[in-house]
């Protein structure tokens, strides 16, 4: 027929023809009842397509030459478009066959079990009809009525669930959303249906849920539920804002609990359980972002700058941290594994880093320091060496130059006693042993120059070994630090029974006094030995009023030292040890008055700091306004402490004075450097 110039004949006669049957079969179509509706459908469909494809092979010919030459619609094409408009858009069926698919997923939405298989076979015919049928006929009205659905299932959850209920709940929906689109609905529908449940049961409720009074976000992070939380990190980095939701609530909570840990007056009484606190917090923190959080970077960012928060709102914490350490490199660390040990000290760098008066924990952590060698009380050499690399790491050589001078100086040491015993060995015969440690006065604590008179015995001694001293070293000077000394004494009470002590210099040089007196006043002591008061009271009181170390007794009995006490030794003190360690009543923190002085010892050593920074900029900028001076100084000075504005303009003035800088004639706010 094509070939007699037929072809328009023929191809409209197959459109009345393929028209006239689909008339029938929508009426077959509409009869089906209930269940059977569907599955009508999806056999008349099957029919269909497989006479499309008998009709399609018959007029290939025609579907060849034709159709293309008049650009009519091909074949297979035409017989899809008539079973839209016939069937699918017929006004008996197009809103039936929605609600019943609608209602079959709704019915599985509730736990029913429904023929997936159908269900495939009649998304798919949407499908095979084109992606506009498939959207307008089936996938619009299907996200209309699923955030309809949700929307209700979530209020309703809301109020009857806490928090970690509904976000199971929510989890649930989603995943039997995706699984669904797996099963029968398009790939391209799952991003549409999840983003709606998301929207509906998550978007929408996330102040209330972060917020949920006795299960929301704050109680599952002090519960330690990570299941929880990790649940919810999931559901909320689906949305927009969900994460940052999370992490201000967190953030705010931590800087809270921090804040109160750090201004909480009992937790101050003791500065190693005070940072061991501190440590505390920040493991289980650390452990919510690694195990729940997905150690998420923000997360991460988001603690360090809260823990920076709260750390630097007590002035103490420098001194509390260099306190802690010292506990552990006294006796926190016997018997602890080499990989603890480095856990610990790293421990110790984190809280470190989040210091802003570094400079001020370096002068807290040198006296520490040098008590500890002095009193060979460091528990490992190798635990102290490897604190000062991580330091220098930290914060360049300047910052631990003078700590590694101080191991120096106790290894010289030890070769100078060397060369004295060698020298004066004989001479020195049965009289008492003297250890010196020469330490060389920049790179130690500056102590002030304390006298103290020693006992004859020992005063001859110290004068032998400065002469060997000074012999060996030209162009030196020594002076005695008695206040940082120890001393071994052997001791014999009433019922003859010996112990030897070890005390303090200044204990050494009070009891020495006893040897040639059976009771001595406050004022004699004190003018016999010229201690200061404030060291002499602590001194006796560790003498006579600490239970089982009490060599003396004094009278009248009380726990302060007046200065009309009277004092004797204590014939009827006993001790289970041979060797019995008297310390000194001392504070573990310093007093106000020591706050006092270090912090102006501090703030004097920031003084060429600043200086030596405001000369840098200026020497390569030239010329530069106040406003920028004062942020470049800041800047420069942030990783050692947080330079105060008006400390930097003094600077800035001084540095006028002694002509490195000057004002600039027009603009008095900017300075010029002078070469």
Wanted: with cysteine.
């Amino acid at each position: 027929m094509v070939l007699h110039k037929f072809g328009e004949k023929l191809y409209s006669g197959l459109v009345f023809t393929i028209t006239f049957h689909l008339q029938r079969i929508s009426k077959s179509i509409e009869s089906a009842q209930g269940d059977l509706f569907l599955e009508e459908l999806n056999r008349q469909w099957a029919d269909h397509n497989k006479a499309l494809q008998m009709i399609r092979d018959i007029l290939m010919y025609m579907d060849r030459t034709f159709i293309p030459s008049t650009h009519k619609t091909p074949v297979h094409e035409l017989g899809l478009n008539l079973w839209r408009d016939n069937i699918v858009r017929s006004s008996n069926i197009q809103m039936r066959l929605l609600s019943t698919l609608l209602e079959l997923i709704l019915k599985e939405r509730d736990g029913e079990v429904i023929n997936r298989g159908l269900m495939r076979n009649i998304i798919k015919m949407f499908m095979d009809l084109g992606p506009s049928v498939y959207q307008e006929d089936f996938e619009k009205p299907f996200l209309e009525i699923s955030a309809d659905f949700y929307r209700a299932e979530s209020q309703k959850f809301i109020e009857c669930c806490d928090c970690g209920d509904y976000l199971k709940k929510a989890e649930k929906r989603l995943t039997e959303e995706i699984e669904r689109v797996s099963h029968y609905l398009d790939p391209k529908t799952e991003a549409k249906i999840t983003n709606v449940v998301e929207k509906e049961m998550i978007e929408n409720h996330m102040p209330r849920l972060v917020h949920m009074e006795n299960s929301g976000l704050v109680n599952m992070l002090l519960d330690d539920k990570y299941e929880d939380l990790r649940r919810m990190y999931n559901l909320f980095r689906r949305v927009t804002n969900g994460l940052a939701t999370i992490r201000d609530v967190m953030t705010s909570h931590i800087r809270e609990i921090g804040k109160q840990l750090v201004t909480d007056p009992e937790k101050l009484k003791d500065p190693v359980e005070f940072v061991q606190c501190l440590l505390n917090e920040k493991d289980k923190y650390d452990n919510v972002i690694i195990l729940a959080f997905n150690n998420d970077k923000t997360f991460q960012n988001a603690l360090n700058s809260s823990f920076e928060f709260f750390i630097n709102l007590n002035p103490r914490s420098p001194e509390f941290i260099s306190l802690f350490v010292d506990e552990k490199l006294r006796k926190g660390l016997k018997g602890v594994s080499e990989e603890d040990v480095e856990v610990i000290l790293d421990k110790v760098m984190m809280l470190f880093r989040y210091l802003q008066e570094k400079d001020v924990f370096e002068k807290y952590y040198k006296q520490h320091l040098a008590k500890r060698l002095l009193s060979g009380k460091t528990v490992s050499d190798d635990a102290e060496r490897s604190l000062i690399v991580k330091l220098k790491t930290e914060c360049g050589y300047q910052f631990t130059s003078k700590l590694e001078g101080m191991f120096t100086d106790m290894k010289t040491s030890q070769d100078t006693m060397q060369g004295f015993h060698t020298a004066y060995g004989a001479e020195l015969g049965d009289g008492p042993s003297l250890v010196v440690q020469v330490l060389t006065t920049g790179s130690w604590p500056t102590q002030p120059g304390v006298t103290c008179n020693l006992p004859a015995e020992l005063s001859a001694l110290c004068e032998k070994f400065r002469s060997y001293y000074l012999g060996t070293h030209t162009g030196r000077r020594l002076s005695w630090q008695t206040n940082m000394g120890t001393a071994d004494l052997k001791a014999t009470f009433g019922k003859g029974q010996k112990h030897e002590l070890n005390v303090s210099t200044y204990q050494m040089c009070v009891l020495m006094l006893f040897n040639n007196a059976d009771r001595l006043m406050y004022k004699e002591i004190e003018q016999a030995t010229e201690i200061p008061s404030s060291d002499l009271k602590r001194c006796l009181q560790s003498l006579a009023c600490v239970k089982g170390k009490n060599v003396l007794r004094k009278e009248p009995m009380s726990k302060d030292i007046g200065e009309d006490d009277a004092f004797f030794v204590n014939d009827k003190f006993t001790s289970k040890f041979y060797k019995v360690k008297i310390g000194t009543v001392v504070a573990q923190k310093e007093s106000e008055p020591e706050k006092q002085e270090t912090r102006q010892r501090v703030e004097e050593d920031r003084k060429p700091q600043i200086e030596a920074a405001i000369v840098r900029i200026m020497k390569s900028r030239k010329v530069l306004d106040h406003n920028n001076i004062i942020a470049e100084v800041t800047k420069q000075l942030q990783p050692r402490f947080l330079a105060n504005p008006g400390e930097i303009k003094k600077r800035i003035e001084s540095l006028i004075e002694r002509d490195f800088l000057e004002r600039d004639n027009a603009d008095r706010r900017l300075y010029r450097y002078l070469a």
